[in-house]
């Protein structure tokens, strides 16, 4: 079974690698994609740690709910874990 995250729902300032139409919505970690330098850190020049990155699916009806034309078509966006919250296997 997938792993079912939430993206964290965050409003900070500056650059920052998470869109905001994905911000609060669930999806599944579709798979890891390894550890890569915080592009957050780096757009301002500074010691990068590494961060893991996945690629996580979404379906049309979380991203867009009522207004999805396809609600069972998927979008996948490349997420760095610390923008992710994971989910109980039971939570809504």
């Known amino acids: 079974m997938a792993e079912r995250v939430r993206v964290k729902a965050l409003n900070p300032p500056g650059h920052v690698r ?3 139409y994905l ?3 669930v999806g599944v ?5 390894g550890a890569f330098a915080n592009p ?3 757009a301002y020049g500074l010691p990068a740690e590494e961060k893991p990155l996945y690629r996580v699916r979404f379906t ?10 396809t609600p069972d078509d998927t979008l996948d966006a490349e997420l760095y874990g ?3 919250e994971r989910l109980d296997a039971h939570a809504p």
Not at 60 to 69: F, L, N, T
């Open 23 to 25: 911000r609060g919505k």
């Open 82 to 84: 610390h923008w992710l």
């Open 40 to 42: 957050e850190q780096l």
């Open 29 to 33: 970690i579709e798979r890891p994609l």
């Open 60 to 69: 049309m009806a979380e991203v867009w709910g009522d207004r999805a034309e």
């Open 18 to 20: 998470a869109p905001w």
